[in-house]
């Protein structure tokens, strides 16, 4: 069973900060919280070693980020032997994920995948759903649920954006 992490306010504090902008040195994390520089290169080092931060990255900006997202939920069709339905999905996520459009895919149960998709338009979106897709063998039903408005985790098109 994996052991369950305890953060302080000071950790939190922390990686709210490296979330923010990794880039931030340890003179400036410890200058905006007030903290001794040798406490906050302490708790970082703690942290990595704990995974708690497992790698630093970057977040592309606009020009690179799609600007039009949908999830795509599929659902495989069932087949007669039903031993074959897991070749299928893997098939399919396989498939799903050498497209350049495709930003993330997971699997759901035994016989779904969602697929997070983008592109510059929305005519370039439907466009490669229908045409990359919806024509993949097997699939039994595609919904498309088009993504108008982020509350949170806006930047996740430009985290997982390929370049």
Known sequence: MAQVIQLDDLDRAILKLLKEDARLTIAEISSRLNKPES?????????QEKGVI??????LGDPLKPKHLALVV?????PIIEDFLERYVEYITKTLSMLPNVLLVA????????ALVGDESKEKLT????DNIKTIPTLRNA????????????????FLAEV
């Open 39 to 47: 406490t906050v290169h302490f708790r970082i080092k703690k942290l």
């Open 54 to 59: 497992e790698k630093y990255t970057i977040i």
């Open 74 to 78: 599929l659902e495989v069709e069932r």
């Open 107 to 114: 699997k759901s149960g035994d016989d779904k995948i969602v």
């Open 127 to 130: 466009e490669f759903i229908e």
């Open 143 to 158: 919904i498309v649920l088009p993504l108008s408005e982020f509350k949170k985790g806006n930047d996740i098109a430009g």
